[in-house]
């Protein structure tokens, strides 16, 4: 029989503000921002997922992780009910204007605090900023391997583990000793819903929080001090007009329309 | 002393114009009067523009200035799988010629393979003045660690001014870890690149919250500014025979070539025929082809076309195909030639995949689809008909 041990795994989220919500004013040409809803980032839940799943194979804790203001404490809260069992937030003003290497510098120097674990788990990437810079940022500054776009795994043990790795050709076959951080895919699982005993458990849970003084941060190194790039400018792109529909009998519009497209098919 | 951002509370006028051109929702009025929440805003300094009462101020400090004058050149990180070096790095040295031409500096491209030797001349041909050459078993395939120690310690000894990269799975990994370890600024995903000639800045333009707003991002302070690129967007270099590069071989101790992954295999997944970020054509089927056996009439098209073959969300979820080739928010961003969509209804998650390719199609039994709202052609009919006409035609055009 397989001997188990116990797992520490951390599970790094982000909230986000809910893509289907996002709407642009035709007059301003800008966001709607009124009315979205925030939501955990889409990936960070395969994350989350199959964080739980590895506790519940091996045993151990999961600890799900966010830097972000106040109200981010309800992803934490949502990650809680799908299964987690600590959650911290690390929140200052200091961290203002964190691009994704104070980000990733915050963090690690949380993940430090917390102590040994065997396994980080990431989304690929957030659905807001769309950079995937974050994961691989963290486990530069932890000085640990890593392993992107994980779409299985394979096999784990206390040492080490066997996963697969997507690329845009297929996979590859990787393997890496622990402690580690992986970021997943949306191939890796299906995400279970909130259980009633997580959503009470959701409720009750004292959400650990910290500020960068609690992390022993460099505060050169937080905020926008900390990032080397700045937002200089920010702008719409003009919305994709709608063309022509065309219409009549299926063997002429097909007709037509394979004349229409001739140059870009040729 | 950080940057800082200040409302005039006897400027502001309680209009809302900020609040509506924040980005980041960072805004909200409290008595009439504009508030910035300083955990979420990013001083983007959106909301001083809009303001049309200057009742705004975005300070920038200056700071201390460093020395940025040692960092010279353009490097291209030129990704190779197997020794075949990958497009994307001749679009990246396609538009790294124009940026180092407008610094008035070289365009480098940087190699790192097992038996490579004969990429040096391809390298050359397509105008790169130096080439940075390391070929070690070690770095046959692309692992993250000996990968980032090697970059890391030609960044640390040449001092490039700019780095790029694909922002490919290897290119993401690969800087994301490289741009930490030489505190550099790293722009993920550029679709547009410029320079600031007078303060030698690379001017780095990304799409952000799924291509509904884009953002322009620069490295003040911090050398190399590094940035991904996306693929297709720039323009592959030329080729110039005559031209000879200058070649730097380098050589690393083990230590820093040594890996703690271990890449045991590399699977390529056969039903993939062409890769859906390369290809120049996509056909993609949803969940309006009514059940997998009907995605054949999409890989029919597809196979006339040479094309790609994509699919939304609805259609992976339901098991018709399998996720690697699912376009949209949770799956792949493309941006070919010429996208058609077949029984796709167009949910804001799938076009935030593809709304940036050049012709859009869009084949729908329902009118009112929100696809139509962004094709440049639409047909309101019933895929399993139009797709195999369509196919018909093509096969007459192209002879096949």
Same mark, same amino acid.
């Not at chain 2, 502001?12 to 209009?15: I, R």
């Given at each position: 029989m397989r001997q188990k041990f116990i797992m520490n795994i951390i599970v790094c989220i982000k909230q986000v503000p809910n893509t289907t919500d996002v709407?642009?004013?035709?007059?301003?040409?800008?966001?709607?921002?009124?009315g979205v809803e925030s939501v955990i980032n889409p990936f960070d839940a395969y994350a989350i997922e199959e964080a739980v799943r590895l506790k519940e194979r091996l045993g151990g804790k999961v600890t799900a992780l966010t830097m972000g203001p106040p109200q981010a404490e309800n992803a934490l809260k949502e990650a809680i009910s799908l299964g987690c069992d600590e959650a911290v937030l690390v929140s200052d003003r200091k961290f203002a204007g964190s691009d994704t290497w104070a980000t990733s510098y915050t963090l690690s120097a949380a993940i430090k605090k917390l102590g040994a674990f065997d396994v980080i788990i990431c989304g690929k990437q957030a659905s807001d900023g769309d950079t995937a810079q974050v994961g691989p940022g963290i486990s530069a500054h932890l000085n640990i391997p890593q392993v992107t776009y994980v779409k299985k795994i394979e096999q784990i043990s206390a040492a080490s583990a066997k996963v697969e790795r997507m690329t845009e050709e297929g996979y590859d076959i990787v393997e890496t000793p622990l402690p580690c951080l992986f970021t997943v895919v949306k191939e890796i699982n299906t995400p279970r819903l909130p259980s009633m005993r997580g959503m009470m458990k959701a409720k009750s849970v004292k959400v650990t929080k910290w500020t960068a003084d609690d992390i022993e941060?460099?505060?050169?190194?937080?905020?926008l001090d900390g990032s080397p790039t700045r937002v200089v400018k920010i702008f719409t792109p003009a919305p994709r007009k709608g063309g022509e529909i065309l219409n009549g009998d299926t063997a002429d519009i097909a007709r037509e329309l394979a004349e229409l497209l001739k140059d870009a098919v040729i | 002393m950080a940057d800082s951002i200040t409302i005039f509370l006897d400027k502001?006028?309680?209009?809302t114009l900020c609040v509506k051109a924040c980005p980041f929702g960072a805004i909200h009025m409290a008595n009439k009067k504009a508030v910035i929440d300083m955990a979420v805003c990013t001083l983007c300094g959106a909301c001083v523009e809009a303001c049309k009462f200057r009742a705004i101020e975005l300070k920038k400090t200056a700071g201390g200035?460093?020395?940025? !004058?040692k960092y010279k050149d353009v490097w291209v990180f030129c990704e190779q799988k197997q020794g075949v070096i990958q497009s994307i790095s001749y679009e990246l040295l396609g538009e790294g010629k124009k940026l180092a031409g407008e610094l008035g500096v070289k365009l480098c491209a940087v190699i790192l393979g097992s038996g490579i030797e004969s990429k040096i001349g391809e390298l050359s041909a397509r105008g790169a003045d130096k080439i940075y050459f390391v070929d070690h078993p070690a770095l046959k395939s692309y692992q993250d660690d000996p990968y980032t120690e090697v970059l890391v310690k030609l960044a640390e000894e040449y001092f490039p001014e700019i780095i790029l990269c694909g922002a490919t799975t290897i290119g993401r990994s690969l800087v994301s870890r490289v741009a930490v370890r030489i505190n550099a600024g790293l722009t993920a995903d550029c679709t547009a690149l410029d320079i600031d000639k007078k303060e030698r800045l690379l001017l780095q333009t990304r799409p952000a919250f799924g291509g509904n707003i884009m953002a322009t991002i620069i490295t003040p302070n911090h050398r190399p500014q590094m940035a991904t690129v996306r693929h297709k967007v720039m323009k592959e270099a030329g080729t110039f025979s005559s031209n000879k590069a200058e070649v730097v071989r380098k050589s690393y101790p083990e230590a820093v070539l040594s890996s703690r992954t271990r890449l045991l295999d590399v699977v390529k997944e056969i039903e993939e025929t062409v890769n859906l970020a390369e290809a120049d054509i996509i056909v993609s089927g949803g969940r309006g082809l009514g059940g997998p056996e009907n995605f054949s009439v999409i890989k029919e098209l597809a196979k006339v076309l040479n094309a790609a073959v994509g699919a939304s969300r609805a259609a992976v979820d339901s098991d018709w195909?399998?996720? !690697?080739h699912q376009v949209g928010q949770t799956g792949k961003t493309v941006c070919p030639r010429l996208y058609i969509a077949c029984g796709i209804s167009g949910q804001i998650q799938h076009l935030i995949g593809m709304?940036? !390719?050049d012709i859009i199609v869009a084949i729908n039994k329902d009118p009112d689809a929100p696809i139509f709202k962004i094709a440049t052609y639409g047909i309101v009919g019933d895929v399993l008909q139009v797709v195999p006409a369509l196919t018909k035609e093509f096969k007459r055009i192209l002879n096949k």
């Open positions: 709407r642009i004013d035709p007059l301003t040409n800008t966001l709607i921002r009124e941060a460099d505060p050169r190194l937080l905020g | 502001c006028t309680g209009c200035k460093k020395d940025l !004058s195909i399998p996720y !690697s709304q940036s !390719s």
